[in-house]
């Protein structure tokens, strides 16, 4: 059965189902089933759910942060909207059983990262070394501006 997994997971994902929902029904294709796995996809999930999370929040503090840095540039209002997508993505993406898994400091430090040295051959305006959002501001819903 590990053979399949690591061969064609499409496959082996459609006959694992299968064999789940027959298991469900009362049949005996327990020993059929590749337990370890199964077990292992179903926790991949809720990791991937919260990776999705994490790159949303990174992306809407990067754009936060280009804005606070060069707050005079042209490209304010796509810095805006790019974060707001963001945010919007990651609060619809979101469960309340990632809040204690999610690193803000970590967060802030992969946005950090993807702040350029300069934009428009302006350097940036200081910007703090401490995350200035929680996660609860991250996720609560921005208004469009008029």
């Known amino acids: 059965m590990s053979d ?12 694992q189902g ?11 294709v327990n020993e059929q089933i590749d337990w ?3 077990a292992e996809e179903i926790e991949s999930v809720g990791r991937n759910e919260r ?3 994490e790159s949303h929040l990174i992306q809407a503090m990067a754009h936060a942060l280009k804005a ?5 540039s042209n ?5 805006d909207a790019e974060m707001r997508a963001a945010r919007g993505d990651a609060r619809r993406h979101f469960s309340p059983s990632m809040r ?17 040295e300069e934009i428009d051959g302006q350097p940036p305006q200081p910007l703090s070394v401490v995350c200035p959002l929680s996660l609860d501001e991250l996720l609560a819903p921005v208004k469009r501006p008029r």
Do not use: F
């Open 18 to 28: 299968d064999l789940l929902r027959r298991l469900a029904r009362g049949e005996k």
């Open 75 to 79: 490209a304010l209002s796509h810095w």
């Open 36 to 38: 370890e796995n199964v």
């Open 100 to 116: 204690q898994l999610i690193d803000m400091p970590d967060i802030y430090n992969a946005a950090l990262d993807r702040v350029p």
């Open 51 to 53: 990776h999705a999370v």
């Open 68 to 72: 606070r840095a060069w707050p005079q």
């Open 4 to 15: 399949l997994y690591e061969d064609d997971i499409a496959l082996w994902s459609e006959q």
